[in-house]
């Protein structure tokens, strides 16, 4: 039996489980349609299901606008509880399975096929005698990722679209991040696509070359750690051989650099394709702590707000990848209305622009961000701190009065913003078999790799990545610079920047950096904390940027390298510290460079670098801070 027939014999043995967690039997009010074959322009068929509003029973008359998700985390299972809501509201609901996931035919490709795909799908959804024509798209992640490649393909009857923590300009952050890959892909593959829970037998027996191996495929899922700890991955030297074009495609995107066509090719390269991008309304939507807030307020918002003529805009809360009905991310606590009514919310954007119901969404500010900080620090019952904060409604981003102010790396490890003056440059040994663990940060689909958001940067023995129990600033190789205590509130909200001057006598390496908001000690935590603000990486070969030609260094040479970390709104509280950790590795975030120059994904051997940072005024590496000038808070 063939691997797409197994997987869908087992979802028709769940089929009666399915269904009656599906909203179908809500007192008549929808009516589905499930695994409804739609032929894309090559053949290939792809499973889609379609609930429509209903009354007593059946399927209610006229043509109704239509929302649609494309997603590659089996249809069955998404439509809770949106489904039900939103065709009581009057739309039609349309679900579909990529192409080569679960009940879809083909062969799966991430993302390449979706421009394609989705604008098939919605010619076919206009022909509908149910559809108005007009179609809202929503989904979150991956599924984020299949509505940036339906507006760059310009698909028909698409109106409106919220792409929520959407995946985006892969080859500059998020898949190659400055160069460096990014594990939480590996993991994605390694659990067949779906890594928030445990071993996926469908998914496996779907991706299976060999029904034999299906059980095999979905153990991976549990022998990530062994298996980013034995980087490079090789072709043919893992059971994932048994999913050839889950393996085909991992191997690629880890042996191909970001500026490399496999990636400008994949279909949601955003900042690459603003002129082509249809001119809609977006809501773009992300967290602080998301994988893809870099991506989705630095580059997609700004970008298309400058070339387009129709209304973009902007959320960000304070939340990890695909939470924002949660209030707190990681060990970080914050206001209850940090957690937003997702459908409620969604509901109100489709109303204005699929509808045409004036409820004031096109009139509100462009931008509302969460300001997190602000809070007393005590310990929750959960064992959080309560870091607190609120949102702030803006007109722009970045914001046009941030000012951008410069905090010299001094020697000692002071961070300050006097200049800086002659000073000795601090030299690290970096070795690459004993990487800076992961703790916290812009994580998703991490699994067993690391924990997502705010984290206290000290190691635990329970974790995998760690080698103790020591803080991390207690390495060699972890340069931590520190302001003294801050004699009052000071607000950062924007982009940061670490400006770091730098050489090494390897021919590549990579330098790091973190951003951390050091608590004092209070009754609660006597030890203080260390709080995680945001991080980013630069591959020395890439230091000229993800499209240009890697180049290695000069043994001894001194560069100037750009590291973008994600962006933040945060309150520094009086008497907390600003930090900055500088080193070498942030693994398993991003995978370990061997020092060695040999290809990507493609080392035989690796070797110790001795990395040098500069602190004189002739190199003054510097983090670049947004901030708020006191008194400028407010709503501008």
Not at 170 to 199: C, K, Q, T
Not at 203 to 228: F, I, N
Request: aromatic share 10%.
């Amino acid at each position: 039996m063939r691997p797409a027939s197994i997987a869908a014999a087992l979802l028709g043995c769940l089929a009666p489980f399915l269904l009656a967690a599906q909203p179908g039997s809500d007192a008549g009010k929808l009516v589905l349609s499930s695994d409804v074959m739609i032929a894309m322009r090559d053949g290939t068929q792809l499973a889609t299901d379609i609930y429509r509003p209903a009354l007593n029973g059946k399927p209610r008359p006229g043509r109704f606008p239509v929302l649609l998700m494309r997603t590659p985390y089996q249809k069955d299972t998404r439509p809770e509880p949106f489904a039900s809501q939103f065709a009581a509201a009057g739309y039609v609901v349309i679900v579909q399975d990529v192409r080569g996931r679960y009940k879809s035919q083909g062969h799966w490709r991430p993302l390449y096929d979706d421009g394609r795909d989705g604008f098939d799908t919605t010619a076919w959804i206009g022909r509908q005698p149910w559809s108005n024509g007009k179609i809202g798209t929503l989904g979150t992640s991956y599924e984020g990722g299949t509505q940036q490649a339906l507006a760059i393909a310009k698909a028909p009857n698409l109106t409106a679209m919220i792409p929520l923590f959407s995946v985006s300009n892969v080859g500059r952050y998020g898949i190659r991040h400055n160069g460096a890959f990014e594990l939480r892909w590996f993991n994605w593959v390694f659990s067949m696509g779906d890594p928030g829970r445990g071993p996926n037998l469908l998914a496996a027996a779907r991706a299976a070359s060999d029904p034999a191996a299906a059980p095999a495929l979905a153990q991976l899922v549990s022998q990530v750690p062994l298996y980013v700890r034995t980087l490079p991955l090789r072709a043919g030297t893992t059971p994932l051989k048994f999913a050839p074009d889950y393996e085909s495609w991992l191997i690629t995107a880890m042996t191909r650099g970001g500026g490399d066509a496999f990636y400008r090719d994949m279909g949601v390269e955003v900042v690459d394709h603003l002129e082509d991008y249809e001119d809609i309304p977006v809501y773009h939507v992300t967290g602080w702590y998301d994988s893809w807030s870099l991506q989705v307020a630095n580059l997609n918002y700004p970008g298309l707000r400058a070339h387009k003529k129709s209304l973009q805009r902007l959320i960000v809360g304070p939340w990890t990848h695909s939470r924002p009905g949660l209030s707190y991310a990681g060990d970080a606590q914050f206001t209850e209305d940090a957690a937003i009514d997702l459908n409620a919310f969604e509901l109100r954007w489709f109303d204005h622009w699929l509808k045409g119901i004036d409820n004031g969404v096109d009139r509100e500010p462009p931008v509302r961000i969460y300001v997190m900080g602000g809070g007393d620090a005590h310990k929750t019952p959960e064992g959080r701190v309560y870091v607190g904060g609120h949102w702030r409604d803006e007109q722009d981003w970045p914001l046009a009065r941030a000012k951008s102010t410069a905090y010299f790396l001094h020697a000692g490890g002071v961070l300050s913003t006097e200049a800086p003056v002659t000073a000795t440059p601090v030299t690290y040994r970096f070795d690459p078999r004993h990487p800076v663990p992961t703790l916290g940060g812009n994580l998703s689909s991490q699994g067993e790799l690391a924990s997502a958001g705010a984290t206290d940067q000290r190691c635990r023995s329970d974790l995998w990545s760690c080698e103790d129990a020591a803080p991390l600033a207690a390495r060699n190789d972890v340069l931590v610079f520190a302001t003294p205590p801050l004699p009052q509130d000071l607000e950062v909200t924007g982009p940061l920047l670490v400006k770091l001057w730098a050489s090494s006598d390897a021919p590549d390496t990579d330098f790091t950096a973190k951003l951390i908001d050091v608590y004092p000690p209070n009754t609660d935590f006597p030890a203080g904390l260390d709080l995680n603000i945001g991080d980013g990486i630069v591959r020395a070969r890439y230091r000229n940027g993800p499209t240009a030609d890697a180049r290695m260094l000069e043994p001894g040479r001194t560069y100037e390298f750009t590291i973008e970390m994600y962006p933040t709104s945060l309150v520094f509280r009086r008497g907390h510290r600003i930090r900055l950790d500088i080193s070498s590795s942030n693994f398993p975030r991003f995978d370990v460079n061997p020092n060695t120059g040999e290809p990507l994904n493609d080392n035989r051997s690796s070797r110790i670098a001795q990395n040098t940072v500069y602190l004189d005024p002739g190199h003054p590496s510097r983090l670049l801070l947004p901030v708020i000038p006191a008194g400028t808070a407010a709503t501008h």
